[in-house]
């Protein structure tokens, strides 16, 4: 199972019909796993590691990157072979800007969790190109591709996938830890996240403490906090109740109005339609293609809307 752990410690990712419950900077697993890996020097050596990486040019396209966040052309995944063969994406072309605001919808077996695994560098394809924030994803090693999920993608899953003995800002905390940022501002940037889901005031407590509603506003919290251009949101709204869902819903809104990139996985019709484009998958392929508003427009329900954090 691929897992977008925080160390570079990270596994090649492989085929993978879903995403590990284990998130970025989220889970129990992630920590005892790279803690192994890394005894004791887990922040300083990934912190070298990736200042060196970039100041010798691996990626020196993505750091001034003024183009799309995600380009994908001719993407395939094709598992199996011969009379076996599946093919999950048959040749996706796909263009996601800086501050759009995109629903991937598709019935199972569209391709569209596939597609998310390879948006979200959990999974490689077959054939074709993905560039991530201008980064050729197929020329990282497994290590940068844990760098790039934890600096370039904040992921919301819809298990929350936070850790049940630490508080809210502890969880929020960790991938800054893995980051290498220093405590003191690790502390600062949890708290101002906290924030500004509106949960400031829930920052001590444990997740059995919080509500569902609750415990995905952190999950938010936790994704933007490393400030990734890109928010990946894998059925955000499944676990949650209605009042829930809409806060969550509220709160993705405010995100996008704000000028956050966010791609949402789902098969609600709800949630799809306060994004501003909305993508439907079927056989691994785009079937349709239809942007509600203007790029640069808020999405279709910010209008009007009193938020309450």
């Given at each position: 199972m691929?897992t977008p752990?925080?160390?570079?410690?990270?596994?090649?990712?492989?085929v993978a019909?879903?995403?590990?419950?284990?998130?970025v900077?989220?889970a129990e697993?992630s920590?005892?796993g790279?803690a192994?890996d890394q005894?004791?020097?887990?922040e300083h050596?990934?912190?070298h590691?990736?200042?060196?990486?970039w100041a010798h040019?691996?990626?020196?396209?993505?750091?001034r990157?003024r183009?799309?966040v995600?380009?994908?052309?001719?993407?395939h995944?094709?598992?199996?072979h011969?009379?076996?063969?599946?093919?999950?994406l048959?040749?996706?072309?796909?263009?996601v800007?800086?501050?759009d605001?995109v629903?991937?919808?598709?019935?199972s077996?569209?391709g569209?969790?596939t597609l998310?695994?390879i948006?979200?560098c959990l999974d490689?394809g077959?054939?074709g190109?993905?560039?991530?924030?201008?980064?050729?994803?197929?020329?990282?090693d497994?290590?940068?591709?844990?760098l790039?999920?934890?600096r370039k993608?904040?992921?919301?899953?819809q298990s929350?996938?936070l850790?049940s003995?630490t508080?809210?800002?502890?969880?929020v905390?960790?991938?800054?830890a893995?980051a290498g940022?220093?405590?003191?501002?690790?502390?600062?940037?949890?708290a101002?996240?906290?924030e500004r889901v509106g949960?400031?005031?829930r920052?001590?407590h444990?997740?059995?403490?919080?509500s569902g509603?609750q415990?995905q506003r952190?999950a938010?919290a936790?994704?933007?906090?490393?400030?990734p251009?890109?928010?990946?949101?894998d059925?955000?709204?499944g676990a949650?109740?209605?009042h829930?869902?809409a806060?969550?819903?509220a709160?993705?809104?405010?995100?996008?109005?704000?000028?956050?990139t966010?791609?949402?996985i789902?098969h609600?019709?709800?949630v799809?339609?306060?994004a501003?484009?909305i993508i439907?998958m079927?056989d691994g392929?785009?079937?349709?293609d239809?942007?509600?508003v203007?790029?640069h427009?808020p999405?279709p329900?910010?209008?009007?809307r009193?938020?309450?954090?």
């Open positions: 691929v752990w925080c160390c570079p410690s990270s596994p090649t990712p492989g019909a879903s995403p590990s419950p284990v998130a900077g989220s697993a920590v005892a790279d192994r005894p004791g020097d887990c050596d990934w912190e590691d990736w200042e060196h990486d040019g691996w990626a020196h396209e993505g750091r990157h183009g799309p995600i380009e994908l052309n001719a993407l995944k094709i598992y199996g011969g009379d076996t063969e599946v093919r999950a048959d040749g996706v072309d796909l263009v800007e800086h501050g605001y629903a991937i919808m598709g019935a077996g569209s569209k969790s998310m695994n948006i979200g490689v077959t054939s190109r993905y560039l991530l924030d201008g980064i050729d994803v197929r020329r990282l497994e290590r940068r591709l844990s790039v999920r934890n993608i904040g992921f919301i899953f929350f996938n850790i003995r508080t809210a800002q502890s969880n905390e960790l991938p800054l893995y940022v220093k405590s003191a501002e690790r502390a600062a940037r949890a101002a996240a906290l949960l400031a005031q920052a001590n444990v997740p059995s403490e919080l509603g415990q952190v938010v936790r994704a933007i906090v490393t400030e251009v890109l928010l990946l949101a059925e955000p709204t949650l109740d209605s829930s869902t806060d969550v819903l709160l993705f809104d405010e995100l996008a109005a704000g000028g956050r966010v791609v949402v789902t609600e019709d709800e799809a339609h306060h501003k484009r439907r079927g392929r785009v079937l349709s239809i942007r509600q203007e790029l427009e999405p329900e910010v209008a009007g009193a938020y309450r954090w």
